[in-house]
C-alpha cells in the first residue's frame, strides 16, 4: 500500500502559476503509474494528467494542454503538477492518485486527500 500527500495548492489570480506535489510513502514508488484528478464544487472529479512509471509517457486532459505538466521523481518519492496561466475554471480540489499496473491504466487504486487551488478573477 501506499500513502500519498499533496502540497502546494493555495488562493492565486488568473494568469499565475502553481507547482503541486504529492509525496508517496509505502511501496516502491516507482512501481506506479501517478495521476493527478481535480474535483471543482458541485462537480464530478475528472483527470487532469498522469505519468509513467519511469516518466517516460504523459497523457493531459484537453482542458489542460499546454498549461501543465505533470512529472515526477523517483528518488524523491513525489510527482509534481506545474500549473501556468491559471483560469477560475481550474479552482478545485487537487488529488494525486497512484495505480498498479502497466501504461496505460484505467483504475487508480490509491489516493491522497488533495490540495485546495483557487483561482481568483
Known amino acids: 500500500q501506499v500513502q500519498l500527500v499533496e502540497s502546494g495548492g493555495g488562493l492565486v489570480q488568473v494568469g499565475d502559476s502553481l507547482r503541486l506535489s504529492c509525496v508517496a510513502s509505502?511501496?516502491?514508488?516507482?512501481?506506479?503509474?501517478m495521476g493527478w484528478f481535480r474535483q471543482a464544487p458541485g462537480k464530478e472529479r475528472e483527470f487532469v494528467a498522469a505519468?509513467?512509471?519511469?516518466?517516460?509517457?504523459?497523457n493531459y486532459a484537453d482542458s489542460v494542454k499546454g498549461r501543465c505538466t505533470i512529472s515526477r521523481d523517483n528518488a524523491k518519492n513525489t510527482v509534481y503538477l506545474q500549473m501556468n496561466n491559471l483560469k477560475p475554471e481550474d479552482t478545485a480540489v487537487y488529488s494525486c492518485?497512484?495505480?498498479?499496473?502497466?501504461?496505460?491504466?484505467?483504475?487508480?487504486?490509491?489516493w491522497g486527500q488533495g490540495t485546495h487551488v483557487t483561482v481568483s478573477s
Open positions: 492518485a497512484a495505480a498498479e499496473g502497466s501504461w496505460p491504466v484505467t483504475q487508480y487504486n490509491y
Open positions: 505519468i509513467s512509471r519511469s516518466g517516460g509517457y504523459t
Open positions: 509505502g511501496r516502491t514508488f516507482s512501481r506506479y503509474v
